[in-house]
């Protein structure tokens, strides 16, 4: 099998743009397996294998045969060759043997490419010595004279013990987790840009990190010839004089220039360049006034320095919400349609040298643990927990939350997703050093927000626990404060109705307004006398406006209702489920009967297929 280095690069991203790439890596998730895990084939395989062999049977003259979809693609691959992709840090384990075919021009490349073969297959401890047990691998053909060596004839490595397999369990089904591959986000009805400065990370100047005063030596002559007899005399070089030219408002200006390029750059002219501008100044300067820890001596005006600029200009791009005029966040994910926009644990197998830890209300068969300790209290404690209906560790399942940091797009992957018996969604990070805590929690926050302005998989919130203990104190409050909130309840509009009114202000995670009882009151009355019979039911959610919102998920579509309680006004979004495109948009007055036969017609005329909740 031959990899080209930028796919790799795509597929290691968890994209895959194109249907090679996608092919690929099944390909490399599969090599050496005999068959798919717990006999499944994953559906988005089927579907490129099922469009391959259309297009084989077509034309007989292309040269292409048909494959067969229950077939592992990896199933026989044993070489991999690939060009200028060993260098540049490709994780593979399996590697056991590297072959150099070609001259190398470095001797950096050699050990580079030498250092892919040494990904440990086992991390299993030796019980007699404590120390991990010894791996070689054979490597012909690269010159390796870093460190010299001889080649000592003896006896070959010791059989490395079995790897333990997890994977997911059939009989345990019903504990599956579904989450959305979310590739960015993007929002039709920009109009102007929010800042929730509660959620926004301070940066933290710190003159361990960029020094006040540095001395310094010269090593040239005042000709710029060597210095004949090493450094020279010795100069204290400070940031006065710098800081004394550099005003914190022309940091501002140049952090809102820098922003408003990039917003651009991602958003294009969703907001006119003299309306986006002047929004991301006021949101520099307030960033400069209150999201900063100067410690030492350290002032506003450092920003300009790097790497604090990168992370100023990082931080404050991340946390641009896109609202409209009644400043209401609509932004929504990027997900590929189909099974390519999912990861299930239901695909989930792999092997480890580890020692597994028992779990029980989840999918697979074990979990392996990255601590010592933290992560097997909290297994322990979401099993036990009443209000837990199913969770997984995210290991190996492919969710990812898109962030940035020091201005470099990343992917950060949470520890556990948590699914609650009342139907609440939640990401769990257990960290007990900050560090970039706080960028990776905007970055959730954010990614929670657009998931359920979507509507399509659940209410989610995220959460970071800093003590085990602590992971127990939030499924409690979760329980009293989420349990009337359910979004996997009977479609039963009055009984949601009669639960949301038991809601108080701040309902999830200290935000969101009660709906008033007036306006349940208005609602439960005329959903009775104008709801027809024989169309389908929706899934009523609280908003945190204080008003509801109305889901109908359908075969290629998936309909969308807002109700203002107080202007007893609806707005309509249906939307194709493969694209996003918006097929059905609209203001309805819901205060005459002839509002409500509007409303309905709608969700009749685009329910012509099995409604799929």
């Known amino acids: 099998m031959r990899v080209d280095s930028k796919v790799a690069e795509d597929i290691a991203e968890g994209g895959g743009k194109n249907d090679e790439a996608r092919r690929l890596r099944f390909v490399l998730e599969t090599i050496g397996k005999t068959a798919w895990p717990g006999a499944k084939v994953p559906e988005e395989y089927a579907a490129l294998v099922d469009k391959h062999n259309h297009k084989a049977l077509e034309d007989d003259d292309n040269g292409l045969v048909t494959r067969d979809a229950s077939v592992p693609p990896g199933r026989d691959v044993r070489c991999i060759i690939s060009v200028a992709m060993l260098s540049e840090g490709w994780d593979a384990t399996t590697v056991t043997h590297v072959v150099g075919l070609r001259p190398f021009g470095s001797q950096l490349l050699c050990e580079q490419v030498v250092g892919r073969a040494l990904r440990r297959t086992s991390y299993a401890v030796d019980e007699a010595t404590g120390f991990f047990r010894e791996e070689t691998a054979q490597v012909f053909g690269v010159p390796f004279e870093l460190i010299p060596f001889k080649v000592k004839q003896g006896t070959g490595p010791s059989p490395t013990p079995a790897a333990n397999q997890i994977y997911a369990v059939p009989a345990k089904a019903e504990h599956e987790i579904i989450v959305p591959v979310v590739e960015g986000y993007t929002d039709p009805g920009i109009t102007r840009l929010a800042v929730d400065w509660s959620k926004v990370p301070t940066l933290v100047l710190d003159p361990m990190e960029v020094p006040d005063t540095v001395l310094m030596k010269g090593l040239t002559t005042q000709d710029g010839a060597l210095a004949a007899y090493g450094p020279g005399v010795a100069a204290v070089v400070n940031l006065d004089a710098w800081r004394k030219r550099v005003r914190v408002q022309q940091v501002a200006f140049t952090l809102a220039k820098v922003v408003a390029q990039q917003w651009r750059h991602e958003q294009g002219d969703t907001i006119p360049m003299h309306r986006l501008f002047p929004q991301l100044l006021g949101n520099a300067q307030q960033f400069l006034n209150s999201k900063l820890d100067c410690r030492g001596n350290r002032v506003p005006q450092d920003v300009a320095l790097n790497p604090y600029f990168q992370r100023a200009a990082g931080v404050l791009f991340d946390a641009l919400q896109a609202v409209d005029d009644s400043g209401k966040n609509q932004e929504r994910p990027v997900i590929m349609p189909g099974p390519a926009g999912e990861r299930s644990t239901r695909h989930i197998e792999f092997y480890t040298g580890r020692q597994p830890w028992p779990v029980e209300k989840c999918h697979l068969n074990a979990m392996v643990a990255d601590t010592k300790t933290w992560e097997q209290s909290a297994a322990t404690a979401l099993d036990a927990h009443a209000a837990v209906l199913r969770w997984v560790k995210n290991d190996h399942l492919g969710f990812q939350v898109p962030y940035r940091k020091d201005g470099v797009r990343r992917r950060y992957l949470p520890d556990f997703i948590v699914d609650l018996t009342n139907g609440e969604r939640l990401i769990v990070e257990i960290k007990g050093q900050t560090g970039d805590a706080e960028v990776k929690a905007a970055a959730a926050h954010r990614w929670c927000n657009a998931v359920n302005n979507d509507g399509r998989f659940g209410r989610w919130s995220y959460h970071l626990v800093k003590q085990p203990p602590d992971l127990m104190k939030l499924l409690d409050e979760r329980m009293r404060t989420g349990e009337r909130v359910s979004v996997r309840a009977a479609l039963d509009v009055q009984a949601r109705l009669h639960e949301l009114a038991l809601l108080s202000d701040g309902w999830f995670d200290g935000d969101g307004l009660k709906p008033s009882e007036a306006g349940l009151a208005w609602f439960s009355n005329s959903w ?42 609806a ?43």
């Open 528 to 569: 009775t006398t104008h709801w027809p019979t024989g169309i389908p039911l929706p899934y009523l959610y609280p908003t945190l406006a204080g008003g509801l919102q109305l889901e109908w998920s359908f075969a290629t579509a998936s309909a969308s209702i807002d109700i203002d309680l107080a202007r007893r006004v």
């Open 571 to 613: 707005e309509l979004m249906v939307s194709r489920t493969a694209d996003g495109d918006v097929l059905d948009e609209g203001v309805i007055d819901l205060t005459a009967p002839e509002g409500w036969k509007t409303l309905a017609d709608a969700v009749r005329r685009h329910a012509k297929t099995q409604v799929t909740h």
